[in-house]
């Protein structure tokens, strides 16, 4: 059994105080339609994945984030070994630039192909963009590799750690990435540009547009900035 | 072959984890084989396990949590009892064992009790309150809550295979790291919470996008539910912060496994630095818990004060503002580090600034009492409760937020009666008005009320007389996690402490009674019409459970307060709104992906810590097989024919046209 | 004010062009603009990193300058594929995600500034832990 005081309270004190002073709704009366922004109920599933998805870019950012913090709090425990200006190779940072912005472009040019519905020209700029990226990664490898066998590994010194765990979570993600896109050329393959096909791929674009974005800070702050005059 | 893993992990030669766990171990082979033995396996995996209704999966995490707050408790029970006798004696629990108890009991509380019961909550009402069907991503739901019962998981395994860590629910370097704690007890640690970390992360996007892409048409920002609005500013935060709590105990994991140096204190570590980032998500992390506890708070005034909540936008404004101050504050943990003047002060200045936010909110809280018919349920008890501890406890934080007065009480005795006092007069108080009050929701009858006055009672005064003693004893110079207590002058405290130990058991006992008898008499506890309350907002239009489906059309909103606005309509016209036109509704299907994820975590996990590596590759080939299985599903949705639709809503209809003629009858109606 | 509490249109709707937009997508736009969109960002971004691979560890601007130079630089290639390939633009239909990535980056501002700015006082004020270590007896 309920009892329903308050409402018939409300009732009264609404005859009684016509304007509800300090109690107006907010918003417009009435349905609202085409308003965009929400009002006009659930969002389309397309808008929700890639939000979502957007979300979670953001907290990898703030992840690296705490590894590029760590990077520069540790920049000069060197603890007697090799500082970053000794570790650098301009010539391999500048191939891997340039591969990983070059697969940011053709992986723009795949989602391009993707509006078109053209499953050829996606799946070519989805291989070209693999492509760069595995030479990334490999390049990332000889060079990590390079450097062990000098015997620079991250358990020298903090600013090693610091070095190859910033480098090599970046690589890691990038290899991650990788995998998708694989899974991802066979998904188109075997089922088109079905709906949730399309949703995934807008995914994947954020992704790879966002590694290539952390990758800007990381040839920056830790290669640019470590060579001197 | 099987790494560190030996016969001599499991505790053979210490009483206490022994017996625990063999009684522990006892009773899961006894729930598993009754369920066994019922048959009742198909259901749960059909109707639970792989469910991605946001209601069920709601209600597994407050299962979760409580269970884990018993244990939490349970080791509560214990240090405080070694404490009182430990008194220029031995006690009986030894330091090796009472320092992972400690540990245990706030990684377990803050992790998988207040967690899973906060995030169980958000579950369940938000989307209801919303006038949506789920959350944005239910599937990823499902996910996340299993990745939390994998970390819960493997802290319960700590207890017979192995050790858990000694390090204190946040391991501080040096000594997490592997030279002063080579065993397994932080792996453990690091692993399960890393796992849930992940889960929480997941549950934080989910509900982000729920609240800001997903509400019924016409629910503008300005007319969410104070709730949602909470819990949109705490999954904010989680999305903000857990990615911090990630890489940093990603970073100690590196440290311990592969020798690297983040934060040893050789070859230019700085265990300094994991204090600054591991608090960076600390701080924020209590505001998580604490801003869906408001939320609750302002559901439960508003509707048993019979008026709305007073000053919306202010709260509003308040919430954000907490959101966002809350991740400018987090040196205060660490004012005693050394950092200076400069940034203690700058920091002590935030921290104190932060209390404005709570502040806006206590007297709008008391504002929306003031002029209304309040009732005295337990709901409203628990908040009122909250209203005298959380102030106290608010206040004693900004004691604590001077930098100065700091120095003298940081690590006693002082600081662990303060974050009881805000989390259990915050948080805890707040989950037992909620559960209190979207009880019948969710199952269809009311708790006892009898038993449910009692319980708040014994709490309240069960924590009062607890943490009193502790507020003293910190003044008088008592630090923290003492395994035993060199000064006869503190034992009458100790022993006071103990007193209300026993209160809080009665308390927790009568919240065990309290669910036997209503569950024994639930028919007559049974919630008919939906509405038992005199709701306010969109979950109270609902049948109780409400179908799978939540609403058979979406609710239309056109004010604060969708549902009173709908209710008053009603009754004033004396009829119902007309009826609508059906249409089949597209839901999710079900998903053993969750389930399959987490084995496979839990597997992983384990064998990350005991350094069984064939293992660990093992467990990760097999979450990855799951995830591309699972991408490669093509049913995604299932329709719910029209009749089934319309066939509820009627019932509904039924219900409410009832009510109303009994309200005629009695002459309550105007 | 309507006498219905319920919606009466169905919510299947394709995408409405006063939608919101998830970033990194618009659904409305042409391939042909797209591509000319990826063109831009590319030219850009090369101009940018050429820029800064040649700045970096040469003496065209005053030394201790350059560090901020390249951090200019970084920005303004961060935006270059914010904007062109990500489509976050300031438009009305993109609120949601420019109001997202704002409150990221005053979150990695506050971790990464905050961080620098309380060990360097940690640093300042306390021994070094090498230190500390070696002074053990």
Same mark, same amino acid.
């Given at each position: ?129 693999? %492509?760069?990226?595995? #030479? ?7 060079? @990590? ?5 000098? !015997? &620079?590994? *991250? ?50 674009? %954020?992704?790879?547009? #966002? ?7 990381? @040839? ?5 900035? !470590? &060579?001197? *005059? | ?670 | ?137």
């Amino acid at each position: 059994m309920t009892d329903l005081p308050a409402t018939v309270e409300t009732i009264r004190r609404v005859r009684e105080d016509p304007h509800r002073l300090g109690h107006r709704d907010h918003g417009p009366e009435g349905p609202v339609k085409g308003a965009g922004h929400g009002d006009t109920g659930p969002a389309n599933k397309r808008i929700v994945v890639g939000y979502g998805f957007w979300i979670f870019l953001l907290s990898d950012i703030v992840m690296f984030s705490c590894f590029f913090a760590a990077f520069a709090v540790q920049r000069n425990a060197t603890a007697g070994g090799p500082a970053i200006g000794q570790i650098v190779e301009m010539p391999r940072t500048a191939l891997e630039t340039g591969a990983l912005l070059l697969s940011s472009y053709t992986c723009g040019l795949s989602f391009a192909a993707t509006n078109a519905r053209n499953k050829l020209w996606t799946q070519v700029f989805l291989l070209i963009t693999g %492509l760069l990226g595995l #030479a990334f990664v490999g390049m990332e490898l000889q060079e @990590f590799i390079s450097l062990a066998q000098q !015997g &620079i590994t *991250p358990q020298r010194s903090g600013f090693l750690t610091s070095f190859f765990g910033l480098v090599g979570l970046h690589g890691l993600h990038v290899t991650i990435a990788g995998l998708w896109l694989a899974t991802m050329m066979a998904q188109v393959q075997l089922k088109g540009f079905r709906r949730e096909i399309v949703h995934r791929l807008i995914c994947f674009n %954020l992704f790879w547009h #966002a590694l290539d974005i952390v990758w800007i800070g990381i @040839f920056t702050i830790v290669y640019l900035m !470590g &060579i001197g *005059p | 072959m099987f790494g560190k893993l030996s016969w001599s992990a499991i505790p053979f030669d210490q009483p206490i984890p022994l017996i625990t766990s063999i009684v522990l171990i006892g009773t899961i082979l006894g729930v598993l084989g009754l369920v066994t033995w019922k048959g009742w396996w198909p259901y749960l995996w059909k109707e639970w396990f792989t469910s991605v209704d946001h209601k069920r999966i709601g209600i597994m995490y407050v299962l979760l949590g409580s269970l884990m707050l018993v244990r939490g408790f349970a080791d509560a029970i214990m240090m405080r009892t070694q404490q009182a006798v430990a008194v220029n004696a031995a006690g009986y629990l030894p330091a090796e064992h009472y320092n992972q108890i400690f540990s245990a009991h706030g990684t377990i509380m803050i992790f998988f009790a207040a967690m899973p019961l906060v995030i169980g909550f958000m579950n369940f009402v938000t989307p209801l309150q919303l006038g949506v069907r789920d959350v944005a991503f239910p599937t990823l739901n499902n996910v996340s809550f299993w990745l939390t019962a994998s970390g819960a998981l493997l802290v319960n395994i700590s207890l017979f295979v192995g050790e858990f860590a000694r390090t204190g629910w946040l391991p501080y370097p040096p000594l997490s790291e592997a030279t002063y704690s080579p065993g397994v007890g932080v792996d453990y640690y690091l692993w399960a919470v890393q796992i849930s970390g992940i889960g929480t992360l997941m549950t934080g996007i989910n509900f982000v996008t729920t609240v800001l892409k997903m509400r019924c048409p016409g629910m503008t920002y300005l007319r969410m539910p104070m709730f949602c609005w909470t819990v949109l500013a705490s999954s904010l935060i989680i999305v903000a912060v857990f990615p911090i709590l990630t890489a940093t105990l990603a970073m100690l994991s590196l440290d311990r496994v592969f020798g690297f140096h983040y934060f040893t204190n050789t070859a230019g570590g700085n265990p300094m630095m994991f204090m600054n980032l591991i608090w960076a998500w600390g701080h924020p992390e209590v505001y998580i818990l604490v801003l869906p506890a408001f939320g609750i708070f302002s559901e439960v005034f508003s509707t048993f004060s019979g008026k709305p909540l007073f000053g919306y936008r202010s709260m509003v404004a308040a919430t954000l503002f907490i959101c966002v101050v809350s991740m400018m504050t987090w040196l205060h943990h660490f004012f005693t580090m050394g950092s200076g003047p400069a940034v203690n002060t700058a920091f002590g200045i935030s921290t104190s600034i932060i209390a404005v936010g709570t502040g806006v909110k206590i007297y709008n809280w008391i504002f929306t009492m003031y002029g209304g018919r309040v009732r005295f349920s337990v709901p409203m008890l628990w908040s009122l409760g909250f209203i005298f501890t959380f102030v106290i406890g608010g206040m004693t934080g900004v004691l604590l937020a001077v930098p100065p007065a700091d120095f003298l009480v940081h690590n006693s005795m002082f600081l662990v009666a303060h974050f009881h006092n805000v989390i259990v007069g915050g948080v805890v108080f707040a989950l037992f008005a909620g559960l209190d009050y979207w009880f019948p929701k969710a199952f269809g009858f009311r708790l006892h009320e009898g038993w449910g006055k009692a319980a708040f009672w014994f709490a309240l005064i069960g924590f009062w007389v607890t943490f009193t003693p502790l507020y003293i004893l910190g003044m008088q110079g008592m630090t923290r996690r003492l395994q035993h207590v060199n000064i006869e002058e503190w034992k009458p405290m100790l022993d006071l402490s103990v007193v209300g130990v026993a209160i809080l058991v009665v308390g927790v006992v009568c919240q065990v009674i309290m669910l036997v008898v209503s569950i024994l008499q639930r028919e007559k506890l049974r919630d008919v019409t939906g509405d038992p309350w005199d709701g306010r907002s969109l979950e109270w239009a609902t049948p109780s459970p409400p179908p799978f489906f939540n609403f058979a059309v979406m609710p239309n909103v056109e004010g604060e307060e969708a549902y009173w606005g709908i209710k008053l309509r009603a009754i004033e016209t004396q009829q119902m709104s007309p009826m609508p036109k059906y249409e089949p509704i597209e839901m999710p299907v079900n998903s053993p992906v969750g389930f399959y994820t987490a084995f496979f975590a839990s597997v992983t996990g384990f064998a990350l810590i005991w350094q069984i590596w064939w293992l660990a590759g093992l467990g990760l080939v097999g979450a990855f097989i799951g995830f591309v299985v699972f991408a490669w599903r093509d049913v995604h949705e299932f329709h719910v024919p029209v009749e089934e639709v319309e066939s509820a809503d009627r019932a509904r209809r039924a219900s409410r046209e009832a009510l109303m003629a009994r309200l005629a009858e009695q002459g309550a109606l105007p | 004010m309507s006498d219905l509490d319920y919606d009466p249109h169905s919510y299947e709707a394709p995408l409405d062009h006063r939608d919101d937009h998830a970033p990194g997508d618009e659904p409305g736009e042409s391939a042909g603009h797209w591509v000319a969109n990826s063109n831009l960002g590319l030219g850009f971004s090369v101009v940018l990193t050429v820029a800064a691979f040649v700045l970096a560890g040469s003496h065209l601007i005053y030394g201790p300058a350059i560090p901020v130079a390249l951090l200019v630089l970084a920005v303004a290639q961060m935006g270059v594929h914010l904007v062109f390939f990500l489509h976050v633009t300031t438009g009305p239909d993109n609120t949601n995600n420019v109001l997202a990535l704002a409150f990221g980056v005053m979150v990695v501002f506050l971790i990464v500034v905050g961080s620098i700015w309380i060990m360097n006082h940690l640093n300042q004020n306390m021994m070094p832990m090498d230190q500390l270590m070696r002074m053990q007896p």
